[in-house]
């Protein structure tokens, strides 16, 4: 799977979980259905941890700069956003190619290069890492409890 395509896949999953998210808000305001937001939110909340590793696993791959990273993860809080700001990216090139599984002519620029090009070459301990990291995170998140407090 190209950066592309990955990138893509998620951006996408993060809109449609927005949905699930504002059809549980309407759901607990019209028929008192709270749990509608827990579902929602949980897996929006997981997509969107997603959504933002994503990014800065193909913005490292790709070099971006930093605030095209910041851009790309920041585009997740705003409804439906990572669409648009994936069609930007791709129309401007900041996906092609394939993965970087060697050193190009410029070398590994950073720590963060080399670590993310052996991740590439090993997909599934990519995978398996990522996960454990995401659902670390989702856990911890989950103990703080939902933003604003419990309802």
Known sequence: MTPKKLFRI???AEAITWTLLITGLILRA???????????????GFVFLTYAGIS??????????????????VSAIVPYATIPVDVWLDRRGKL??????EPDASGDRTFLDGLVRWFVRRPVVLALIFVV?????????LVIGPPGGSH
């Not at 019209?30 to 929006?44: K, Q, R």
């Not at 790709?62 to 790309?72: C, E, F, S, T």
């Open 96 to 101: 092609d190619g394939a993965w970087r599984t």
């Open 133 to 141: 990291v995401l659902i670390a995170i989702f856990t911890i998140l």
């Open 56 to 73: 800065l696993l193909v913005g490292i791959d790709r070099r971006w700069k930093p605030g095209l990273v910041a851009l790309a993860v």
């Open 30 to 44: 019209t028929a008192d259905l709270a749990i509608a937001v827990t579902i929602g939110g949980g897996i929006h």
């Open 10 to 12: 998620v951006a996408i």
